[in-house]
């Protein structure tokens, strides 16, 4: 069993965030946890080369990064891609599933990998991967690899692949249909039975239920309001001090706009691949409008534009992320004496 | 209101000098069975053959499956507003021979399903245990449809009738009593009242004016309607011409009302009624019906809990959520059957409707991706050569295809699984 | 995208001009474009004022 392995910079060996952009690298054999890999996939197998990349440069460079995995892959004669696992990093996860996914479609071979629950990689990639669930501890990778490890026999030798809860895996959530012992009428009676008096029930099917968000009370005189301006747009200064990503971005910024009337082009960039950005960089007042609520907060119609707007990019950003970082925006921005946000969305 | 149910147990059919039940063996008077049958003028000629359990015999396309009754003449009339003048369905004795059943067969269609009698197939589907009098009617060329399907819903019933009528003053083997209180029985702390709401037609379909679906009326105008749920098992209602999983045997026998009587036996909830309830093809009507269905399980059956099904394809599910988020408000708690009708397989797309409190959910999965390859069939029946030919030669059968498997009144063994 | 904020429960949603700018308008001279920020503006202070539920 000839195995390719996927690593990003810090369990590939190279160093912590400040490698993020290191470009990719193929390494001969196992490398890091892929030793243990090796060891767990069992007799016969052996990782014959590793492909490490930095986070920054991956996500950045999704496309060519899985060019390259995908052809490194083919000239190895690969029978068997893993990725990670990345626990919850979130670029690790986003880089890991692109490429998994490349490899799967293009060379039609078992990808597998691993992630946590929040990490973004899952909501985007469970559907078309085996992404095994690692919870968040790296101090699990010896269990997660063994779980990796036994899926990937499974799929190599073409098994039938068991249910989400047995082999570990997130739900792609497809449905597949088998017999039961129980009727639909036996099954009816007794889920309603429970539900009438009070005792658990698990439904078939569960539907994606976003719970109601209770509305907070109106401004009360907007012109003493504090409005500060939020956007998924990826409004950034120029040069992304903070790294958000243009997809599934896992983090958000908050930039200083005191004394500033008007946002101009050639300070700022847009970090979104979603929507064509070139309205927004050419006047970012587009998505982020600090020049028209500069003028009511001079004439008095609001009380003061918060000086400080929040950026983040919401490309395909999946739930479990946002929900984090709007929660986190949330916070900072009670912290800092906000009464009403105008979020603006693309 | 108490049912009763005499059953007679078949173990043999065969065709015979007179029509006679002896024992477990049915003997059937071909010439005048097919005499009556004729007598209507809509059939220039009809066939009538005998398939036993387990034979390697495929027969389709199934227009009806109906199991042989026939009621004590003083305690109401079989098929009423079809074959009988308008009686209430549901009470004193009516004569079943159990293990046996009348299946009809129209020319192919587009949704055609077969009876499989063996093999895999077969075994998923309780119509292979059954000993089946497999009628082929062959309707006069010029008949436009609505005459056509009438000719074979009068057959489907007529030869049912005609068969049961062999077991009136026989004694039974045994006796089946369906009996509950209705709404008025007062209730015990504990013990949950019950309720079934199942839609018996959907517009989706549009019903041919003399189309007899509800007490011998198509629907078409009928606000939902509270029914004694001995109604339902004793020929109010029948499957309409174009159907997806419904049989009429399986209203005879409804798995759920069945269900829902078991429990009671067992005093564990109280069953209080049903209402019968159609599926829209507008908005307006959806929401009315709904509003009223909802409205009489809990004003006129006093339902602590309610079972929900749909009839016809994927729609229908919007007016089966609609009504149980209806009964949700007025606090009534509901269970659903849904079909998956996702194009993508996949489980978010897979629900029509979307409502927190609509959360206790059966999925019976959607039937054409379990397959099985088709059994090697000594013999077909079918309307014409090509289409024995058809159904001779198929390769793989799937859920979807087969009566019995994936029906829509709660007999389905399937389950879709979220993978 | 209105219905994606509505299916996720936001509360007060106003409709902006368009994913690409939703506070501009490309097609406009300059002082429009700047009239139609403003007026989108608006309706979101309006909105702000009000009782969730009474903006669409």
Redesign the interface.
């Known amino acids: 069993m000839r195995v390719v392995h996927y690593l990003n910079q810090f369990f590939g060996g190279l160093g912590a965030e400040e490698f993020a952009g290191a470009t990719p690298e193929v390494r001969e054999g196992a490398v890091g946890p892929g030793r243990l890999l090796e060891q767990l996939l069992g007799e016969g197998a052996k990782v014959v080369k590793t492909v490490v990349a930095g986070d920054n440069y991956a996500v950045e460079n999704l496309d060519a990064l899985a060019a390259l995995v995908v052809k490194e892959v083919r000239e190895a004669g690969g029978d068997l891609f893993v990725a990670g696992p990345c626990f919850q990093a979130g670029r690790y996860g986003v880089a890991a599933g692109a490429v998994c996914a490349a490899v799967q479609r293009e060379l039609g071979i078992p990808a597998v990998t691993g992630m946590g629950l929040e990490n973004p990689g899952v909501d985007l990639y469970r559907r078309d991967l085996y992404i095994v669930d690692s919870g968040g501890s790296v101090a699990a990778m010896r269990e997660v690899l063994s779980r990796m490890a036994a899926l990937a026999h499974k799929l190599l030798s073409k098994q039938e692949i068991g249910s989400p809860a047995e082999e570990g895996y997130f739900a792609h959530g497809l449905l597949r249909d088998a017999f039961v012992d129980k009727t639909a009428a036996e099954r009816l009676v007794e889920m309603v039975y429970a539900k009438a008096t009070g005792a658990p029930y698990e439904s078939e099917l569960t539907p994606t239920v976003f719970p109601a968000i209770p509305a907070p009370p109106p401004i009360a005189d907007l012109s003493r309001a504090r409005i500060a301006i939020v956007t998924d747009t990826g409004v950034v200064p120029k040069g992304n001090p903070d790294k958000i990503a243009p997809i599934a971005a896992t983090n958000w910024g908050s930039y200083d706009i005191s004394g500033v009337d008007d946002l101009r082009g050639e300070d700022f960039e847009v970090s979104h691949r979603g929507y064509d950005t070139r309205y927004v960089t050419e006047d970012p007042d587009r998505a982020v409008p600090v020049d028209a609520l500069r003028e009511f907060e001079k004439q008095g119609v609001i009380g003061k534009l918060h000086d400080r707007f929040v950026s983040t990019s919401g490309m395909v950003n999946p739930l479990a992320n946002s929900r984090r970082l709007g929660r986190e925006i949330a916070q900072r921005l009670k912290e800092e004496g906000v009464d009403a946000v105008v979020l603006v969305s693309a | 209101m108490r049912l009763t149910l005499a059953i007679h147990p078949i173990e043999e059919l065969r065709f015979g000098e007179a029509t006679r039940l002896d024992g477990t063996t049915l003997a059937i008077d071909q010439e005048e069975l097919r005499r009556l049958l004729l007598a209507d003028g809509g059939l220039e000629s009809v066939d009538l053959e005998v398939v036993r359990p387990g034979e390697r015999c495929r027969f389709g396309a199934v227009f009806d499956v109906v199991e042989p009754r026939a009621k004590e003449p003083a305690d109401g009339a079989d098929f009423p507003g079809i074959l009988g003048p308008l009686r209430l369905a549901g009470r004193g004795t009516t004569h079943v021979l159990r293990g046996a059943a009348v299946s009809v067969i129209q020319d192919g269609s587009a949704f055609g399903r077969v009876i499989e009698m063996s093999g895999a197939a077969g075994e998923?589907s309780p119509y292979s245990r059954l000993h089946h009098l497999v009628v082929v009617p062959h309707p006069r060329a010029s008949l436009p449809r609505r005459a056509l399907m009438r000719a074979l819903r009068v057959a489907s019933l007529k030869a049912a009738v005609y068969l049961a009528k062999a077991a009136l003053g026989q004694e039974a083997s045994t006796y089946e009593v369906y009996e509950c209180g209705g709404p008025a029985e007062s209730a015990t702390p504990?013990v949950?009242r019950?309720a079934y709401i199942g839609q018996i037609h959907s517009f989706q379909m549009v019903a041919e004016p003399d189309e007899p679906i509800f007490y011998g009326s198509n629907t078409i105008g009928m606000a939902p309607a509270a029914l004694h749920p001995n109604e339902w098992l004793d020929g109010a209602i029948v499957s309409s011409y174009f159907n997806l999983g419904v049989e009429t045997y399986f209203y005879q026998n409804h798995?759920?009302i069945?269900?829902?009587y078991r429990?009671q036996e067992e005093g564990?909830?109280l069953l209080t009624g049903t209402v019968a309830t159609m599926a829209a093809s507008d908005n307006r009507d959806r929401e009315r019906n709904s509003m009223i269905a909802a409205a009489l399980a809990k004003w006129n059956l006093a339902a602590?809990?309610?079972?929900l099904t749909k009839y016809g394809g994927g729609a229908p599910h919007a007016d089966m959520g609609l009504t149980a988020r209806y009964c949700e408000e007025l606090g009534i708690?509901?269970?659903v059957?849904?079909s998956?009708m996702?194009t993508?397989?996949?489980?978010?797309s897979?629900?029509l409707f979307?409502?927190?409190e609509v959360?206790?959910?059966?999925?019976?999965?959607?039937?054409d991706?379990?397959q099985w390859v088709a059994p090697e069939v000594e013999r077909v029946i079918a309307a014409s050569a090509g289409a024995a030919a058809s159904l001779a030669s198929l390769e793989r059968l799937t859920?979807g295809s087969v009566c019995g498997v994936t029906g829509q009144?709660?007999?389905?063994?399937?389950?879709?699984?979220?993978? | 995208m209105v219905p994606v904020a509505k299916m996720v429960g936001a509360n007060r949603i106003i409709q902006g001009n368009g994913i690409v700018h939703p506070l501009g308008a490309a097609d406009l001279p300059p002082a429009e474009e700047k009239e139609l920020r403003r007026r989108i503006l608006r309706e979101a202070f309006e909105a702000l004022q009000k009782d969730a539920g009474e903006t669409d």
Not at chain 2, 304 to 307: E, F, M, N
Not at chain 2, 359 to 367: F, P
Not at chain 2, 409 to 419: A, P
Request: proline share 5%; hydrophobic share 45%; glycine share 8%.
């Open positions: 998923a504990g949950p019950l798995p759920i069945n269900e829902l429990w564990k909830v602590d809990a309610v079972v708690r509901t269970v059957q849904v998956d996702s993508d397989r996949s489980a978010e897979a629900l979307n409502y927190p959360d206790a959910i059966v999925n019976v999965g959607r039937g991706t379990l859920a009144q709660g007999l389905s063994r399937l389950r879709s699984f979220v993978y």
